[in-house]
């Protein structure tokens, strides 16, 4: 049974496991730093948020998002779902719809407008799942790498 639940400090080791696979699916390097910083944030709980998922017991999915204010919704904030993975040996299992639905009720019990996410046109395993649960809008996603 999947049991989508808020980490707990008994995650991190997991959960980091989980996010550089994430972070090496999409073939970026990312320095220790950032996932002592992200963890921190998402023990916080404030301005960015994780949901891990459980099956029989064991953590195999992530996910972190952030509400932000939307001027095409000026009357409501909006979600965005950054990321999702799920371990390679539970894909096909209902995780990652799991993950998805949770992010979906979290943002509507907070009066959210919408929640949306992205995602590589190459990643064809996902999109299989988000074209059955997600409208595909046609955007594409331009981006401005800014020094540290």
Same mark, same amino acid.
């Given at each position: 049974?999947?049991?989508?639940?808020?980490?707990?400090?008994?995650?991190?080791?997991?959960?980091?496991?989980?996010?550089?696979?994430?972070?090496?699916?999409?073939?970026?390097?990312?320095?220790?730093?950032?996932?002592?910083?992200?963890?921190?944030?998402?023990?916080?709980?404030?301005?960015?948020?994780?949901?891990? $998922?459980?099956?029989? @017991? %064991?953590?195999?999915?992530? &996910? #972190?998002?952030?509400?932000?204010?939307?001027?095409?919704?000026? /009357?409501?904030?909006?979600?965005?779902?950054?990321?999702?993975?799920?371990?390679?040996?539970?894909?096909?299992?209902?995780?990652?719809?799991?993950?998805?639905?949770?992010?979906?009720?979290?943002?509507? $019990?907070?009066?959210? @407008? %919408?929640?949306?996410?992205? &995602? #590589?046109?190459?990643?064809?395993?996902?999109?299989?799942?988000? /074209?059955?649960?997600?409208?595909?809008?046609?955007?594409?996603?331009?981006?401005?790498?800014?020094?540290?």
């Amino acid at each position: 049974m999947i049991v989508v639940r808020e980490l707990l400090p008994s995650d991190r080791a997991v959960w980091e496991d989980l996010f550089r696979a994430y972070i090496d699916f999409y073939q970026r390097v990312e320095p220790a730093e950032m996932y002592d910083r992200a963890w921190e944030e998402f023990r916080a709980d404030t301005r960015l948020h994780a949901l891990g $998922a459980s099956l029989d @017991g %064991r953590l195999v999915g992530i &996910t #972190h998002f952030l509400v932000h204010a939307s001027t095409s919704a000026p /009357d409501t904030d909006v979600c965005y779902l950054q990321d999702l993975f799920t371990a390679p040996d539970v894909r096909g299992r209902g995780v990652a719809r799991a993950l998805i639905e949770a992010v979906t009720d979290w943002a509507r $019990a907070r009066g959210c @407008g %919408r929640v949306y996410w992205n &995602t #590589h046109e190459s990643n064809s395993t996902a999109r299989r799942l988000y /074209d059955k649960v997600a409208e595909n809008r046609g955007f594409i996603r331009y981006q401005i790498e800014l020094s540290r």
